[in-house]
């Protein structure tokens, strides 16, 4: 079994070169130094420099995905408010890997999307059958009135992915709350709940 605390070791060496670097100018050879390995043994733990971003990425994401799997499991809790918790998890969480980054180092557009697009690819995946279970058990009981539970878990993550996120397609504070206001109408309307009941949701 592969020694845990190398794996790790790995991680947080790409995590401390990505303060610096951007992704494309960080090789193997830099991670296996910053690490304190040799290149060889680096490829013991991981086949390339992207398998590692995407270990990186997973960590990162291993307490909020954990906290929606709990979630997922208390029905006695709202359907709604399980979703905002487990959103502003991964907000945090997203949040906190760019503030671990050198703020005075200049982050190029392509590395930003580069970054993004791993965290979101993660994000949906893992998150969309989770998110979907909630939902059904939102509609099994009458709290939310619709008939294709995964379509909703996989349309309100893209959405909230992009703008909480803020690199894809920046925007100001004030584009961004709008967004969410209109995604909130939406479910409002599409889940046949009151107007201004979702509210809370803009917390998030």
């Given amino acids: 079994m592969p020694n845990d605390l190398k794996y790790q070791k790995i991680l947080d060496a790409l995590q401390t070169l990505l303060e610096d670097k ?8 830099d991670i296996a130094r910053a690490a304190g390995m040799g290149k060889g043994s680096l490829y013991y733990y991981f086949p390339s420099k992207d ?10 994401y291993e307490k909020p995905l954990k906290t929606a799997k709990n979630l997922a499991g208390k029905s006695d809790i709202s ?12 907000h945090n969480s997203s949040t906190q890997f760019r503030l671990g980054r050198n703020s005075a180092k200049a982050v190029s557009a392509p590395e ?35 008939d294709r539970p995964a379509a909703l878990a996989e349309i309100v993550l893209i959405v909230l992915a992009v703008k909480l996120d803020n690199t894809i397609a920046p925007s100001t ?6 967004t969410i206001l209109g ?3 939406l479910l409002e309307k599409g889940t046949e709940n009151p107007a201004g009941s979702l509210n809370f949701l803009r917390a998030i």
Avoid: W
Avoid at 128 to 143: A, S, W
Avoid at 173 to 178: I, K, L, M
């Fill in 22 to 29: 951007d992704i494309k100018n960080i090789s193997v050879s």
């Fill in 51 to 60: 398998a590692i971003l995407e270990a990186l990425v997973e960590r990162d």
């Fill in 79 to 90: 359907p709604f408010t399980r979703m905002a918790m487990i959103f502003q998890a991964c």
């Fill in 112 to 146: 930003q999307a580069f970054i993004h697009q791993k965290y979101m690819a993660y994000l949906i995946s893992e998150m969309k059958p989770v998110l979907t279970e909630i939902i059904r058990q939102g509609i099994e009981g009458g709290e939310i009135h619709f």
């Fill in 173 to 178: 504070p004030e584009e961004t709350e709008a």
């Fill in 183 to 185: 995604l909130i109408a």
